[in-house]
């Protein structure tokens, strides 16, 4: 007796950063991890997944220190909702960058769909070049202004290639309900700092509303402040 397998042809890969990025203008405290994963897998696109979808973040800590136990936690939560964790390692700007397009690079020739959570434009190039090659490209991203800033999310750029149709835009906030555990208002954040320097302390204060939005990235950048997240 046989047995046939259905190979997927459908590839996902996150853009951890920039998905940090959309929260604010999509009122996303924190994800609902489980459910992002179901909608990249079931609700974009009509090909089957032919491996685990990526979400790729840049490592932090690259002189052999221990990782910080909050990013380890939120590793765990990632990958307990389904999706393969890669934390791009490199001297550059941006390695996390520079790992995606070597994801989707790498891809083999049977995909078809691609999907791509990101705001970021530096992924066109790569991305018509599967297009050329036959391949379905979904882009999510949201085009939703943030409450207190002037300015699109997306750049000119983005901007003209989701009006030209060539790939199929898909906007974050449509899930934001299904995909949301907590609003960012249902966040109270206090932190207590020790054995800063002044000059860290005044990069502390200046870029505070930063720290607000990028609290898992604050815990590694700045490793003398301690967050506590509760609801408020």
Not at 77 to 91: T, Y
Request: proline share 4%.
């Amino acid at each position: 007796m046989s047995s046939s397998r259905t190979i997927g042809k459908k590839a996902i890969v996150v853009d951890g950063a920039s998905l940090s990025c959309m929260r604010e203008r999509v009122d996303i405290g924190i994800f609902k991890w489980k459910e992002l994963h179901r909608v990249l897998n079931e609700d974009i696109g009509k090909e089957a997944p032919f491996e685990r979808a990526r979400y790729i973040t840049r490592k932090v800590r690259t002189d052999g220190s221990p990782p910080h136990s909050g990013r380890d936690h939120f590793n765990s939560v990632v990958s307990n909702a389904g999706f393969f964790i890669k934390e791009a390692e490199g001297q550059g700007k941006s390695p996390d960058d520079a790992a995606v397009i070597e994801y989707i690079e790498s891809l083999p020739e049977h995909i078809e769909e691609i999907i791509i959570v990101t705001s970021d434009s530096h992924f066109i190039p790569c991305l018509n070049e599967r297009k050329e090659r036959g391949a379905r490209i979904y882009w999510v991203t949201t085009k939703y202004p943030h409450p207190t800033r002037l300015g699109s999310h997306i750049g000119a750029e983005l901007s003209k290639l989701f009006e030209s149709n060539q790939f199929t835009f898909i906007e974050l906030a449509t899930y934001a309900d299904r995909i949301r555990l907590t609003r960012l208002n249902d966040l109270k954040f206090n932190w207590s700092i020790t054995n800063v320097t002044v000059s860290h302390r005044t990069d502390i204060y200046v870029d505070r509303r930063s720290l607000i939005e990028y609290f898992e990235k604050a815990r590694d950048l700045f490793p003398g402040v301690r967050i506590e997240i509760q609801k408020a």
